[in-house]
Structures are given as structure tokens and as C-alpha cells.
């Protein structure tokens, strides 16, 4: 067979990106991104036969067994002389639906931008099919350094360039061997297609059907409008400084800058089939008997829910054997949601091995085979035991609890080995199907019970025999401690087990507040000098326990205040903690030392030992050096002490690469780079640091900016200046006008 390929294909092989990604933005969707279904899989190629988006339309891969000139886009076979053959002679890419672009750019350069769904092979073997959607951007004759921002149907992104070269690839969905649904969450959907394709007059280059509606949603050549970005950006755009190979002409008439920083299109190349077919999932084919030579099949099969198919179950014997049942059709309607069974007698000594399922709706017929085990079916029930209590005097061992395990085979005749997993290393048999099992600590949630005959089922764990007793109440006071004059105390019994009701008692003397809680606390005087035992008495349903804690009072010592040592490189915008641990105990208060110029910072906490702050961010004309803090310790004695502390921020490193002002216009775009990639907002004045306003812009991903403004208006000599809310402040750099 021969078959065509566009020359866009050299374009879009599998390979890894090799640009580098500077932020990628996908802005919120109406309808949402993504796509909603994945359909059931071929059983020619093990492909999934369509994707369906979230507003109904399923495509089909097209192009792949049969060439189709309105699916150009197609992996060459690896044998062209041969007819196509799964796996051997097989592409090793196809496409559901595929968007593409090509742009010219500045220089002689060129742009290839596609957003696909995919599938491929990427080893002429079964079991080796993935698809995936893809977003991929191949710019050549690109400017190293230059942020390249790109608008497609599937949102915004910004790349820079890498020797003379933009080349990056997303590709979404990848999984495990039949495991398609990845792609569901990709860039791709809803699906485009041509703004033609609603018409209510069908488009006859869509190659409408019998009842007048579309069989493709683009022709795959002929470069048209689309329809369907959920973000309504149904065109390709790029913005990037000198882009535009015809630099006079304004390509991007809703987008302010230089004419020659952005080229756009509407027109795409598209091509997607819409899925004629709906496919059949074999879900369970399980078998039954009680005597020799007959028994039951029982087969369930799922197919597209808003579709009424005709499914049929066949035998598949094994030659030379005999068919042991007749052809039979599954019953299903739209009521049962896409659900189809049936119950087919056999003959035969041994059950049929293995059943296909047919979609004779299908053109052609999707057919699925599927193995018949036997049904198993039981119960798993944990009998309790008894807890054991090592804090009981004398300790009390546990008994342990037993886990019963019933199963029975749907092979009553010649019933097979059922084997019980979940709960010990190997599989254990039952006996005459029971199995008991003595449990020490606790049974797992599941027990799954495997049968000779392939069958198994996982069965829930219920629960049976007497309920545990409440845990013991256990009372626990706390480490002994040592406290001065004057110093609150906190006593902590909050480690105690079992506990309803906390009783604390005190020395004559000692009067606690909150005696019935965990925590209660008490100021000691010189009365309570030397050593004070307090006892805690819990209560629970597991019964009553005591405990006690000795606090032993010293006399107050002089303040001595310590502020912590100094902070530095802290960046701006940050929570700092200020730590004054090591002052003596006492009344404290944090207040900042302002000089001439200082931002002001709000202390959170001021009364405590570590209070915090974020540190301001930076404004001009503001002082960009350290802010100081004053710590005020007052003990219990009446002394006073101070210590201060200094911290330090970091600024980043803020360049201007490109200044430019269009007087046709009356715009100002003025780029630069800084040190930190914190998206951290960037000034530009015009003139110097004090200067008049241009604009402001967020430091991307990439560590770029980029701002754009109308006023004030450039007189040649012209400089600007950036100033970064970290702190940095870049050298004056000249203006292009223009």
C-alpha cells in the first residue's frame, strides 16, 4: 500500500523537547480542557477505537489501516511495498486529531506549532501502544536570550530560545501498557474543528453523510478557520522582539508593542475523523455447573451508552473441538446505561476456555475475547479478641482474635483449589472451602480468594464479637521543673491517656487557676520558695490514676535582655522570626529602630519571646539597608534590659536588555532580566530611580520582564531605569525611539 505524508511530518516525530520552557500559563477554560471519555480498545491493533470530548464529539484514528486523503498526516510504514499488519508492518504514529501551523518568521526563519492527540508505537511489538496528547512549538532562526510567548487553541506559554532554536514538546497521557486515559487530561479539548463544521447548510469539503452531517472536521491540507479552544483562542500567535518578517504590516492588530514584535494566524491545517463506530468492552464471562457434561456462561459487556448496539457472545473453541454453545445475542437498552449480559447454556465435559464478544453494529464488527473463569463467591469475618494492657498492674497479655474465611466455586461438579490472600505472605488454601485464622492484632480491611478455575473475588472484612474496653486511664504530670519568683508556671498534664476529667490539687498556699484542666498555671511568690508537689488525678471510662510533679520556686534573678543574633541575605517579602530565647524570664517587648528612610515592618507577636514580620518590600525612595529591632526584658525584680538585633535583606540583580519607545504609537516596551525568579514586581522609571512612571511587570519564570506603557512621552537623549521590589536597581540604560 502507499500512503502520503505531509511534509510537516519531518516536524513532528517523537522526540524530547530541547527548548527551554520559561512558564507555562493555561488560563481557567469555560468548558473546561481536557477531553472526557476514552473508548474501548481495537482488537486488531489494541488501540482505543475513539476519544470523546466534553461536548460529545468522538473522533477515530484515521489514515492508519487505509490511507485517507483527508488524514495525510501518518506515520510511512516501515515495509511500504506490504499491506499494513499489526505489529510488524505497522506506522508508528497516527493521529485522532491533529492542528498545525506553519508561520514564516524574521531572518528566513520559520515557526511548525501543533496541538495533537496521538497515538504510537514506538516498538514494532504488542503491548507497547500509548497515546498521548501533544502541544509542540519548532521555531528556526530564533534570537538566544529572547523570551518567545506563544498563544495556540491550548493556551499560553513563553520559551527561550537555545542556539538559534525553539524546540519544545509536552506530551500529556503516557501510561502503563492499555492504560489510555492520560491523555484525557492533556491540552487537547474540546476537539477543533472548522468554523464550517456546525453550518446548518453541510460543508461539502467535510464529506457529509447520508443524513447531512460531517464525516471529518477538517480536510487535513487546506489551511482554514477553526472553532473549539476552550479559552477562545482559536489562532496562533507569537511575541517575540523582531519577529515579524514583514515588520510594516500590523499582523496582530489587538496587540500593543512594535509592529515587529508579533506575528499571528487563524488558518490551521486540521484533520479528525468523527468515530463511526462504538466498540464493545468484555467485562466477565464467568461459568457455573453441578454435573457432568452441561453448565452455564454467563457473559457482561459494556458498550457506548447513548448507542442501542447488538452485541452477540461466540464460542472460540479449540480446534478440532466443536463449538459448545450456539451464537447468542446479550440483551441491553438505553436504560441499562451501556450495560449488555447473557446466559448461555453449554454442552461439553469442560467449560468453554474462552468466549469472543461482537459488535455487529460496527462496520467493521469490534470484536473482543475474553477468558471464562468460574465465580467465586464468600464471606471474611474477624471474631474478636482481647486487647492487651501492658500499663495494668500486673500486665494483661491479649488474646488473640480469629478471621473466618468461607468461599465456594460456581463449579460445584469438580470444585477447584481456592487459595485466600491478603493477611499472611503466601496464599493459604481452604479446606472443604473454610479457612480459619488466628489474628494477633488486626485483620486487613480485604481478603481476596483465588480459585484454581481462574476465578477470585476480593471480600470485605466484617467484624463480629465483643467490643474492646476503653483504654486505661493513665495520668501523667509532666517533667518536674523549676520556676522563679514572679514567673508564671504552667504545670502539663496533657500526655495523660484515657481522660475524661483532669483534678488538680496544690501545697497550702498555691492557689492554680484552671485546676480542672490539663494545663493549669499559677505566679509563685517568695512564699513558695523551695520545693511545691502538685498531684493530678485522671478520670476516664477505663477508671481513675494519679500522678504528681514537684516545682521547686528560686528567688528572681535580674534581667538580662538577648535579642539573638544577626540576620542576613534575608529576601524581601519573607516571614522573619526574631528569637530572644536566651533573656531571662520576665515581661517582654519587641519594638522596631527606625532611622530616616526605614520602611516600617509590623511586628506580630511583639509581647513574646519570638515574635515575626515579613520584610517590606522595597520602594523607592526607601532606605534598602538593614532594619534593626530593640528586645526589652523585664523581670520579675523590677530590673530592665536591652538588646538589639540587625537584619539584613538580599536584592537581586535587575538588567534592562531592550528599551524601546514607538512615537507612531505612542508605546513604551522596555525588557530585562533579574537574578531571582521570585514573580516579584519590577518598576521602570523614566530617567533615573526618581523618574516618572512607564509601567510595571512581573518577573516570569524565566527571570524575565517585560513592560509596556503609554506615557510619559521619549525625548531623545532618553534613558530608563528598573527598580525590583527585592531591592535591585538596575544602571540606566538608553532608549531606542522609533
Request: hydrophobic share 40%; charged share 10%.
Amino acid at each position: 500500500m502507499k500512503r502520503k505524508s505531509v511534509v510537516i511530518l519531518a516536524a513532528l516525530t517523537l522526540v524530547a523537547g530541547a527548548g527551554v520552557a520559561a512558564g507555562a500559563v493555561g488560563p481557567p477554560g469555560v468548558n473546561g480542557p481536557g477531553l472526557a471519555a476514552v473508548g474501548p480498545t481495537n482488537s486488531t491493533d489494541g488501540f482505543p477505537v475513539w476519544y470523546q470530548d466534553k461536548a460529545g464529539l468522538r473522533l477515530e484514528s484515521c489514515g492508519v489501516w487505509t490511507a485517507d486523503p483527508m488524514c495525510p498526516v501518518v506515520a510511512p510504514l516501515p515495509d511500504p511495498a506490504s499491506p499494513v499488519s499489526f505489529p510488524g508492518n505497522f506506522p508508528d504514529e497516527g493521529f485522532y486529531s491533529m492542528a498545525s501551523v506553519l508561520m514564516n518568521t524574521a531572518g528566513g526563519g520559520r515557526a511548525v506549532i501543533m496541538v495533537a492527540l496521538e497515538q504510537n508505537l514506538p516498538t514494532p511489538v504488542d503491548g507497547t501502544q500509548v497515546t498521548f496528547s501533544r502541544h509542540r512549538f519548532d521555531l528556526r532562526g530564533t534570537t538566544d536570550g529572547v523570551p518567545y510567548k506563544i498563544t495556540t487553541p491550548a493556551g499560553v506559554k513563553t520559551v527561550q530560545s537555545v542556539g538559534g532554536r525553539v524546540f519544545d514538546t509536552e506530551d500529556i497521557g503516557i501510561g502503563s501498557p492499555g492504560d489510555f486515559t492520560g491523555a484525557l487530561g492533556g491540552h487537547v479539548g474540546p476537539f477543533l474543528t472548522w468554523d464550517t463544521f456546525k453550518n446548518t447548510i453541510p460543508d461539502p469539503a467535510l464529506k457529509p453523510n447520508a443524513l447531512g452531517k460531517p464525516t471529518y472536521v477538517g480536510d487535513g491540507v487546506t489551511p482554514h478557520k477553526v472553532i473549539g479552544s476552550p479559552y477562545g483562542t482559536n489562532f496562533v500567535r507569537i511575541e517575540a522582539a523582531g519577529i515579524n518578517p514583514t515588520p510594516l504590516t500590523d499582523v496582530c492588530p489587538t496587540v500593543a508593542g512594535p509592529l515587529a514584535d508579533c506575528i499571528e494566524t487563524d488558518l490551521f491545517a486540521l484533520q479528525g475523523k468523527i468515530a463511526t463506530t462504538s466498540g464493545v468492552t468484555a467485562d466477565k464471562a464467568t461459568y457455573s455447573r453441578s454435573a457432568a457434561g452441561a453448565g452455564l456462561v454467563d457473559v457482561f459487556a459494556s458498550s457506548l451508552p447513548e448507542d442501542h448496539e447488538v452485541i452477540q457472545v461466540s464460542d472460540v473453541p479449540v480446534a478440532p473441538a466443536a463449538a459448545e454453545f450456539g451464537t447468542t445475542r446479550l440483551t441491553g437498552s438505553p436504560a441499562s446505561a451501556g450495560h449488555y449480559f447473557a446466559r448461555v447454556p453449554y454442552t461439553g465435559d469442560q467449560p468453554p476456555a474462552t468466549v469472543k464478544v461482537s459488535n455487529i453494529s460496527d462496520v467493521p464488527v469490534a470484536n473482543k475475547n475474553i477468558a471464562v473463569v468460574d465465580e467465586v463467591t464468600g464471606t471474611a469475618v474477624f471474631t474478636t479478641g482481647t486487647p492487651g494492657n501492658p500499663a495494668a498492674v500486673p500486665p494483661v497479655a491479649p488474646v488473640a482474635g480469629s478471621l473466618a474465611i468461607t468461599a465456594v466455586s460456581s463449579d460445584t461438579f469438580a470444585p477447584p483449589l481456592l487459595t485466600a490472600s491478603g493477611f499472611a505472605a503466601l496464599p493459604v488454601p481452604l479446606a472443604l472451602g473454610v479457612l480459619a485464622v488466628p489474628v494477633q492484632d488486626a485483620p486487613p480491611v480485604f481478603v481476596t480468594v483465588t480459585s484454581a478455575a481462574g476465578g477470585s473475588v476480593k471480600l470485605p472484612v466484617t467484624a463480629a464479637g465483643a467490643a474492646y474496653a476503653p483504654t486505661p486511664a493513665v495520668a501523667m504530670a509532666g517533667p518536674n521543673q523549676t520556676a522563679s519568683v514572679g514567673a508564671l508556671v504552667t504545670l502539663d498534664g496533657s500526655a495523660s491517656t484515657g481522660a475524661l476529667a483532669y483534678a488538680w490539687t496544690s501545697p497550702a498556699g498555691i492557689a492554680l487557676t484552671n485546676p480542672t484542666t490539663a494545663t493549669p498555671t499559677f505566679t509563685p511568690t517568695t512564699a513558695n520558695l523551695g520545693a511545691n508537689v502538685f498531684t493530678l488525678t485522671v478520670t476516664g471510662l477505663g477508671g481513675t490514676s494519679t500522678a504528681t510533679v514537684t516545682v521547686t520556686v528560686a528567688g528572681s534573678v535580674p534581667a538580662e535582655a538577648n535579642a539573638g543574633p544577626n540576620q542576613i541575605a534575608v529576601q524581601r517579602g519573607t516571614q522573619v522570626t526574631l528569637d530572644g530565647s536566651l533573656s531571662t524570664v520576665g515581661t517582654y517587648l519587641w519594638t522596631q529602630v527606625v532611622a530616616a528612610g526605614d520602611p516600617t515592618a509590623t511586628l506580630t507577636g511583639a509581647a513574646t519571646l519570638r515574635p515575626t514580620f515579613s520584610f517590606p518590600f522595597y520602594k523607592s525612595p526607601a532606605n534598602k539597608g538593614l532594619l534593626t529591632f530593640n528586645l526589652e526584658v523585664t523581670s520579675v525584680d523590677g530590673t530592665v534590659a536591652n538588646s538589639l538585633v540587625a537584619i539584613s535583606p538580599s536584592s537581586d540583580t535587575v538588567v534592562i536588555t531592550r528599551s524601546v519607545y514607538t512615537v507612531s504609537k505612542r508605546t513604551w516596551l522596555v525588557a530585562g532580566t533579574s537574578s531571582l525568579l521570585a514573580g516579584q514586581t519590577v518598576t521602570v522609571h523614566y530617567g533615573l530611580i526618581t523618574g516618572q512612571v512607564i509601567g510595571t511587570a512581573i518577573v516570569d519564570g524565566a527571570g524575565a520582564f517585560q513592560v509596556r506603557g503609554t506615557t510619559p512621552a521619549a525625548l531623545a537623549p532618553a534613558q530608563v531605569t528598573a527598580e525590583s521590589q527585592l531591592g535591585g536597581v538596575s544602571a540606566s540604560f538608553p532608549v531606542k525611539i522609533q
